[in-house]
C-alpha cells in the first residue's frame, strides 16, 4: 500500500510539473509578436486620439455582444452536450463539380470556393487566386 502512495505521489508530481511546463510555453509562444502586441509610441498615441477611445478602452461603433440577447452560454453548453439534434449529417454525398481551372475559357466569368477563406476568381480574362495563407501573415492586420 505504501508503494502505491508513493506511485501516486510521484505521478502526481510529474503531472503538475508537465501541466506547468506546457502552461508556461504555450504563455511564452503566446506572447509573439504574430500573435499581436500592446499598441506603443506612436500607435498607442494615435488610439487614444481616436473618438471611439472611451474610459481607457477603444470601443466599437456597436456593441457586439458575445451571445445573442435570449441565450446563456451555460445553456448553450447544455444543449450542445447533451440534446440531439436530427439532420446532423447528411443523408447523401454533397455535390460537387470537377473543374479544369488550367483550361477554363478565359471569355467566362468565374468564382470557385475552395474552402474556408480560399478561392479562385476569374474576371475579364484576369485570374486570382485569394489565399491568406500565401500572405506573409493570416489576418487583417496591416504591418507595423
Known sequence: MRRFYKTLKYMTITLLVVVILVTVTAWIYMKRPQF?????GK?????QQSP???DGRFRNLEETPV???GYSMPGEIYKT????FPNREPID???S????LLNAPRDSDMIVWFGHSSFFLQLDGVRFLVDPVFSGKASPCPAA
Open 36 to 40: 499581436g502586441a500592446l499598441p506603443e
Open 43 to 47: 500607435r498607442w498615441e494615435a488610439i
Open 52 to 54: 471611439h477611445f472611451k
Open 67 to 69: 451571445i445573442a440577447e
Open 81 to 84: 452536450l447533451f440534446r440531439s
Open 93 to 95: 454525398s454533397l455535390p
Open 97 to 100: 463539380i470537377k473543374t479544369d
